[in-house]
């Protein structure tokens, strides 16, 4: 599968923006979908993953209540809606696929397939 992110952009603070994960391939519906960030010198942290039937989700602590995952696995998209954004949410933002499941997947090991991320930036 390919993945392509897109939505990525500058926002002051408390704003919103809306990422989205557009998908190659029939067979997305197989696919847990994760979302992870990158900040300059930091380690590719977990944000939230969702499971193929787009049932249940899970969220890094830092993110719970202000981003929203979904899937449609008609359209082959999945889509992070991120709103009270905050500086330090700052960081290139990835989509990423991993062949199987229902259970969460929070590491970046656990994923086959990525997009080439797009940046997120938030101003104080």
């Known amino acids: 599968v390919q993945l392509q992110a897109s939505g990525g952009g500058l926002v002051q603070a408390g704003g919103s923006l809306r990422l989205s994960c557009a998908a190659s391939g029939r067979t997305f519906s197989s696919y847990s979908m994760g979302w992870f960030r990158q900040a300059p010198g930091k380690e590719r942290e977990f944000v939230t993953t969702?499971?193929?039937?787009?049932?249940?989700?899970y969220y890094a602590e830092s993110v719970k209540g202000r981003f929203t995952i979904s899937r449609d696995n008609a359209k082959n998209t999945v889509t992070l809606q991120m709103n009270s954004l905050k500086p330090e949410d700052t960081a290139v933002y990835y989509c990423?696929?991993?062949?199987?499941?229902?259970?969460?997947?929070?590491?970046?090991?656990?994923?086959?397939?990525w997009g080439q991320g797009t940046q997120v930036t938030v101003s104080s």
């Open positions: 969702i499971v193929w039937t787009g049932g249940r989700s």
């Open positions: 990423a696929a991993h062949l199987g499941g229902g259970y969460y997947y929070t590491r970046p090991n656990e994923y086959e397939y």
